[in-house]
């Protein structure tokens, strides 16, 4: 399993950002997808999954400005960011939940005020 997650930067409050990530070594397309976040001296959390026929979950934090995609046919999970704010400010993975969990090497995300 790889996951490669991109598209990270450094962005304004009320920016925008996509992240993508691409998928391999797996079956991909019958599997949910997941992006995560950690924040400097917090846990990881749950920012927002895609299931295999597309229904999605949002942290409620998030609900709103961020939206989750799939492209089976690339083998590719994205995340748009809109109206970003500082406390979005963190590192992003990419998951996938198989017989454990698999995470993305990360992108970081920062958003000045």
């Known amino acids: 399993v790889q996951l490669q997650a991109s598209g990270g930067g450094l962005v304004q409050t009320g920016g925008s950002l996509r992240l993508s990530c691409a998928a391999s070594?797996?079956?991909?397309?019958?599997?949910?997808m997941g992006w995560y976040r950690q924040a400097p001296g917090k846990q990881r959390e749950l920012v927002a999954t895609?299931?295999?026929?597309?229904?999605?979950n949002y942290a409620d934090s998030v609900k709103g400005r961020f939206t989750i995609s799939r492209d089976n046919a690339r083998k590719m999970v994205h995340l748009q960011m809109n109206n970003l704010k500082p406390e979005d400010t963190a590192t992003y993975y990419c998951?996938?939940?198989?017989?454990?969990?698999?995470w993305g090497q990360g992108t970081q995300v920062t958003v000045s005020s």
């Open positions: 998951n996938l939940n198989l017989n454990r969990p698999y």
């Open positions: 070594g797996f079956m991909f397309s019958i599997n949910t």
């Open positions: 895609i299931a295999s026929r597309g229904d999605t």
